[in-house]
């Protein structure tokens, strides 16, 4: 799909436009590959996720202001740090991605990173509003699809989804056999919808193309797992797979479900 691109002086944003719609895209370049995302309408910005580190958020924050309609809204899932840049913002989300913010797998990863540069593991966004099912937001219909500790956010006018990982040449964090599984169905019901784009907070937004590539991967993965003795041997056979994927420390993490 094609869309427009600005360079901004740490990141990037890639814009998308559907009608009277527009998807802005923020590539932040930070360490993560983070990407972070807002939902333009007639009046009004909705955030889709908040930058990790400081420096873009603050620029994430401009362009939005960039954007002149006012950013009310934000759904917060897993990446809830930075909500003193936003204040009068509405943080959103379900129940579970609360609970997980905090105690359970979100906290996790936010004590993981504390403590490096410019991210603020104090200033968390609290969920004030719940959403399940379907939400309306300036006319535009966002629907929920609830996974427990995260969820996925479909956006029918677009025809996008959003989710946490995909990444047609990174790793994903695969939570094992159950979690591989779990997987494969979330992406095969990406294919039967036929999403035109394929929104995700650790990679440029992808097609169709790329689910084809990550049900290859989760397959090859299960396969690998089952032939390995160990954890050291499972990763050693998915590098060799995989030679050129970034996200080793996502493929460690997988390695721990699959050998707990």
């Known amino acids: 799909m094609e869309y427009k691109e600005t360079t901004l002086a740490t990141g990037k944003v890639r814009v998308y436009t559907f009608g009277e719609l527009k998807l802005h895209a923020y590539e932040t370049s930070d360490g993560l590959a983070d990407e972070c995302y807002i939902v333009e309408s007639k009046n009004e910005l909705v955030g889709i996720e908040i930058p990790t580190f400081e420096a873009n958020i603050k620029e994430y924050k401009d362009y939005a202001e960039s954007l002149g309609k006012p950013l009310n809204n934000i759904f917060v899932d897993l990446h809830p740090v930075g909500a003193s840049f936003f ?15 905090a105690s359970g797998s979100t906290r996790g990863t936010i004590n993981f990173l504390s403590g490096m540069p410019g991210f603020n593991a104090e200033d968390i966004a609290d969920i004030s509003e719940f959403v399940d099912g379907k939400t309306v937001i300036d006319g535009v219909e966002y629907e929920i699809k609830d ?95 995989y030679p050129d994927y970034l996200g080793e420390n996502y493929l460690d993490m997988s390695a721990g479900f699959f050998f707990a």
């Open 87 to 101: 204040e009068g913002v509405k943080f959103i989300g379900t129940k579970g991605a609360k609970e997980a913010i």
């Open 147 to 241: 996974y427990g500790d995260e969820y996925d956010i479909i956006i029918p006018a677009m025809n996008v989804v959003y989710t946490h990982m995909l990444g047609s040449t990174v790793h994903s964090i695969v939570a094992g056999v159950a979690g591989a599984d779990a997987m494969l169905e979330k992406l095969n019901g990406y294919k039967k919808v036929g999403y035109d784009l394929i929104l995700t907070s650790h990679f440029v937004p992808e097609g169709q193309e790329a689910v084809d590539v990550k049900i290859a991967y989760v397959e090859n993965e299960k396969k690998i797992a089952s032939e390995s003795n160990d954890a050291e041997e499972f990763k050693a056979k998915m590098k060799e797979a």
